[in-house]
């Protein structure tokens, strides 16, 4: 069919249709859009799920297919004589299994829910735009997963570790994956470290010495931690007191003005104790991820996948309440990948650890009027969403001599 090569695989009252590589090779475009359902050891694709041998109704079921596939399989008459002969099923005698019950992905179609629910169960991969060309491009890959957390481990070594070393699965119910245009604005990176400034004068030095003395020797008893102290004493007072050091007079502005906390040592003396000033490393910091949408609709079923992604982003980050509503679980997490043209993770693009989405902001009329398509559609939609990275980036997550950009 359409120049493809397809074989089916029955299952009960089930049959899958598959994308074979013989004939025609699969497209990397195919190979993106299947996402999960693409084999490659075999290099199949699981193209459809076929529910209902009866061969009526929403007979079919979307697994990796593309949308515009789906839609042709779902009205073009021949496909459906197609299928009837590749499966033998012409007869009418066979079960019915209901989409609300089966374990397949739906299309994009609107819901046919009674209750009004999704008929989305297990989930699926959404992208925008819809390209009819199916040329290749570069897209971002945003992916939802079930937060896990560390835990301590034994001995509180789970502190340590790192989300991208944990097996971590994807959303199980509803969209998990959406495939979205470069965005020129996000395509940066901020990497920062905490340095702040320390000061230590000479009176705070010398005490820090004989403590320092005081507690190495309590590591080997009280007497060899009273010597310690006695000596370190000793030592600090005679480097102050020296030749050419601080003296009795300085010292008693110093302390006069600590007790009654006023500046009597600069009033006094017309000196101030040399800070010994330094910026020292404090810590390491978070990075975080600003990306600004614009979504212009151009047909009815792109319509239809700019809600699923808003929808997808809006539960994913979204707070989970346990039964019982005494405890809230944490949102889902997310791993975002820059790809190019042929579908290998971008080399001169920046990676990204594992992210919580922290702020997600829709627009519904950008524009700055109300403008709807027939169906009710927005004509346009901007989003803006801010990602945090869980994890801090350190020297050792970065190989210098690495093909692609590193973290």
Not at 232 to 238: A, L, M
Request: glycine share 10%; with cysteine; charged share 25%.
């Amino acid at each position: 069919m359409d120049d493809k090569s397809f074989i089916t695989e029955t299952e009960g009252n089930t049959a899958t249709v598959i994308r074979t590589s013989t004939g025609k090779e699969l497209t990397q475009t195919e190979i993106e859009e299947a996402g999960d359902f693409y084999n490659i050891d075999l290099k199949e694709i699981d193209y459809a799920k076929i529910y209902n041998l009866d061969f009526g109704a929403d007979f079919i079921g979307k697994l990796g297919a593309s949308d515009e596939w789906m839609a042709k399989a779902l009205t073009d008459k021949t496909y459906k004589e197609v299928f009837k002969k590749a499966l033998s099923k012409n007869s009418s005698n066979v079960s019915f299994v209901s989409p609300e019950t089966s374990n397949i992905f739906q299309t994009l179609s609107n819901n046919t829910d009674a209750n009004g629910g999704s008929n989305n169960k297990r989930g699926t991969i959404l992208r925008y735009p819809l390209n009819q060309d199916k040329k290749s491009y570069d897209y971002l890959k945003v992916c939802a997963y079930e937060y896990k957390p560390r835990g301590f481990g034994d001995g509180g070594q789970g502190l340590t570790g790192d989300y991208e070393d944990k097996g971590l699965n994807k959303k199980s119910t509803g969209n998990h994956t959406a495939y979205l245009p470069m965005e020129a604005a996000g395509l940066q990176e901020s990497n920062n470290v905490s340095w702040g400034d320390d000061r230590i004068n000479a009176l705070e030095a010398a005490a820090a010495n004989i403590a320092g003395g005081t507690i190495t020797g309590a590591a080997e008893g009280l007497g060899p931690a009273f010597k310690n102290l006695m000596s370190g004493s000793k030592e600090g007072f005679d480097e102050l007191f020296g030749p050419g050091k601080v003296n009795e007079n300085d010292v008693a502005a110093f302390f006069a003005g600590q007790a009654v906390g006023k500046n009597v040592f600069t009033r006094a003396t017309g000196k101030v104790m040399n800070p010994n000033l330094e910026l020292l490393f404090s810590g390491p910091n978070l990075r975080s991820f600003a990306y600004s949408f614009r979504f212009t609709p151009r047909e009815e079923a792109e319509s239809r996948v700019v809600r699923s992604i808003i929808k997808m982003f809006k539960k994913a980050m979204a707070p989970r309440r346990k039964s019982g509503k005494l405890f809230l679980e944490s949102p889902h997490v997310f791993k975002l990948k820059y790809y190019y043209n042929n579908g290998e993770e971008h080399p001169f693009l920046n990676k990204i650890k594992t992210c919580a989405l922290q702020s997600f902001n829709v627009q519904y009329a950008p524009d700055g009027s109300y403008m709807t398509y027939e169906d009710g559609s927005m004509t346009s939609y901007t989003i803006n969403m801010t990602f945090g990275e869980l994890n801090p980036i350190y020297e050792d997550d970065i190989d210098e001599d690495s093909n692609d950009m590193g973290f």
